[in-house]
C-alpha cells in the first residue's frame, strides 16, 4: 500500500521561502510524481511534476520560482518555494502515479501572509 506524507508547510512572509517534502513508501518510486495546491474556495491546480525520467513541468504562475525534484535513494519528492506571494497560499498535495492509479498525501498547509 502506498502512503505519502508531507511536511514543510507552515505560516511565511511575502518573499520568503519554503520547501515541502513527500515521503514515499510502498511503492517503486521512479514514476510520474507531483504536487497539486488548492486554495479556499478554488479548483484544485497542478503546480509542479516530474516524470519518471526527471522531466519537470510547472504552472505559469510559479515558473521561475518553484523547484521540483526528488531524492531517490530516500524515496522522497521535494518542492522547493522561492519568492512567495499571498497567493501561493493553499492546502499542497503531493501524488505519485499516474491518474488512473494515484496515491495522494494528506496536504499540508502553505499560508503566505505578513
Known amino acids: 500500500q502506498v502512503q505519502l506524507v508531507e511536511s514543510g508547510g507552515g505560516l511565511v512572509q511575502p518573499g520568503g521561502s519554503l520547501k515541502l517534502s513527500c515521503a514515499a513508501s510502498?511503492?517503486?518510486?521512479?514514476?510520474?510524481m507531483g504536487w497539486y495546491r488548492q486554495a479556499p474556495g478554488k479548483e484544485r491546480e497542478l503546480v509542479a511534476v516530474?516524470?519518471?525520467?526527471?522531466?519537470?513541468g510547472y504552472a505559469d504562475s510559479v515558473k521561475g520560482r518553484f523547484t521540483i525534484s526528488r531524492d531517490i535513494a530516500k524515496n522522497t519528492l521535494y518542492l522547493q518555494m522561492n519568492s512567495l506571494k499571498p497567493e501561493d497560499t493553499a492546502v499542497y498535495y503531493c501524488?505519485?502515479?499516474?491518474?488512473?492509479?494515484?496515491?495522494w498525501g494528506q496536504g499540508t498547509q502553505v499560508t503566505v501572509s505578513s
Open positions: 501524488y505519485l502515479g499516474p491518474s488512473t492509479s494515484r496515491s
Open positions: 510502498g511503492s517503486d518510486f521512479k514514476v510520474i
Open positions: 516530474i516524470d519518471s525520467g526527471g522531466t519537470t
